[in-house]
């Protein structure tokens, strides 16, 4: 005799991904330091890894997470840390823009789209700083935020919206000048770039006549010039640790469909001479971005994959960019 079992699958909602670990510089007791961390956490825990120059503290919520940076902001502790999941935008690059539309009008017309837009930049050349037809378009977390690989035209233009490649050079903070993290999430002693004193950049007094000195390195150069040693060991264990292929792919290949923009009459009056459909928007496809900012390399000679951080967002295929080439 067969029995018949009615089995119910329940499909919970993947766990939230943990929160970038922080890197405590201070002077501290540990002992200490794990007691008020397990008050905190309580039950849940939390995990520390030593080295000579700081202790990593990994949390397994965002709650606790945040609960330890403000208790160490109200003790004055020097520590960094990364961008959290949830502040992480969606990066994509626009090309083919004029680079005399306003920005606001350029995400306003993003925005049509069903996209939550948080900032669009103009992309300039790094050595003359000339205005070029590429554009950052940063979007809030959302499941359907590659669908935005699917607009081909914008502002009476016909775009082209690609993923940036990740960035090649090594992060350096603009506040305490080491490398491996960010001044949006620094709290280190501020270092000059010019004269290595501590102080931010801005407000140094040195002498245009007077030679620079290095924060990391001492020697007579600012603190950001690639020829520094501290610079050059950084790449070479870099090179070390990571593999030559570096590139987000581009979404789109992966997508069979394209939408059609709620283009300009003249536009559309085209479209409906040549008998061309005018397709609605398809549903959003369920993706995940992917979390707090990438470091290419830690203050101490870690790479990123030490530290637990995975890469930029998914990547279908891979990518051959035109002309010139733009990396975040």
Request: contains cysteine; aromatic residues 8%; proline residues 9%.
């Amino acid at each position: 005799m067969d029995l018949e079992v009615d089995t119910e699958i329940n499909e919970s909602p993947p766990p939230p991904p943990p929160p970038p670990p922080i890197f405590l510089t201070s002077s501290i007791n540990f002992i200490t330091l794990c007691k008020n961390l397990e008050q905190i956490t309580k039950t849940e825990g939390f995990l520390c890894k030593s080295n000579s120059k700081s202790i990593k503290i990994n949390l397994h919520s965002a709650s606790f997470y945040h609960a330890v940076i403000s208790i160490f902001n109200e003790n004055k502790l020097e520590y960094h840390t990364y961008q959290t999941h949830e502040e992480k935008s969606y990066r994509v690059v626009i090309r083919n823009l004029h680079h005399t539309i306003p920005i606001d009008y350029i995400k306003d017309e993003i925005q049509k789209y069903g996209f939550m837009v948080k900032n669009v930049t103009n992309i300039l050349k790094s050595q003359s700083k000339e205005t070029l037809p590429l554009f950052f378009v940063d979007l809030n977390p959302s499941p359907n935020n590659q669908d935005i690989f699917k607009i081909n035209y914008l502002c009476f233009t016909k775009v082209k919206f690609e993923a940036p490649h990740i960035r090649r050079d090594l992060v350096q903070c603009h506040r305490c000048q080491q490398y491996g993290h960010t001044k949006s999430y620094c709290n280190h002693l501020p270092k000059c770039v010019r004269c290595g004193d501590n102080h931010t950049s801005d407000q140094c007094s040195k002498s245009k006549n007077l030679p620079a000195k290095c924060a990391l390195c001492s020697n007579a150069h600012p603190a950001n010039y690639r020829g520094c040693t501290v610079h050059k060991d950084f790449q070479r264990l870099r090179k070390k640790h990571q593999p030559n292929t570096i590139s987000r792919e581009i979404a789109q290949n992966s997508v069979s469909s394209q939408i059609q923009p709620n283009c300009h009459p003249l536009q559309e009056a085209s479209q409906l001479h040549n008998n061309v459909p005018i397709t609605t928007h398809n549903p959003p496809i369920n993706t995940q971005h992917s979390s707090y900012s990438q470091t290419v390399i830690g203050r101490y000679g870690h790479t990123a994959s030490n530290y637990g951080e995975p890469q930029n967002p998914p990547t279908p295929d891979q990518y051959k960019p035109s002309s010139p080439s733009v990396s975040v």
